[in-house]
Nanobody, 122 residues
Framework: VQLQASGGGLVQAGDSLRLSCAAS????????MGWFRQAPGKEREFVAAISRSSDSTYYGDSVKGRFTISRDNAKNSVYLQMNSLKPEDTAVYYC????????????????WGQGTLVTVSS
């Protein structure tokens, strides 16, 4: 499985961005998908995750109410709609695949994209 994240960029506080992650292979719909982020000097943290059939979604406390994760199994893609962005959201965002159970745990994921940089200016 290969993952390609896109959609990052430089925005101002309060703006919105939509990240996309396209996956190769025919196993996309078998796994939960997640978004994680890593700011300079910090550990990679959980942002959002979605179950295989989209019936369950999970969010990190810092993004609840502002970010929305979705997926389109027909397009082998997962998305992260980010609204009301804050400077503290600045990070490299990674999409991940391969998790079956604890979707909030980065150690459950087997496949990672290359990351896309989101920079939010104040």
């Amino acid at each position: 499985v290969q993952l390609q994240a896109s959609g990052g960029g430089l925005v101002q506080a309060g703006d919105s961005l939509r990240l996309s992650c396209a996956a190769s292979g025919r196993t996309f719909s078998r796994y939960g998908m997640g978004w994680f982020r890593q700011a300079p000097g910090k550990e990679r943290e959980f942002v959002a995750a979605i179950s295989r059939s989209s019936d369950s979604t999970y969010y990190g406390d810092s993004v609840k109410g502002r970010f929305t994760i979705s997926r389109d199994n027909a397009k082998n893609s997962v998305y992260l709609q980010m609204n009301s962005l804050k400077p503290e959201d600045t990070a490299v965002y990674y999409c991940a695949s391969g998790a079956l159970y604890t979707l909030t745990d980065r150690n459950q994921y087997n496949y990672w994209g290359q990351g896309t940089l989101v920079t939010v200016s104040s």
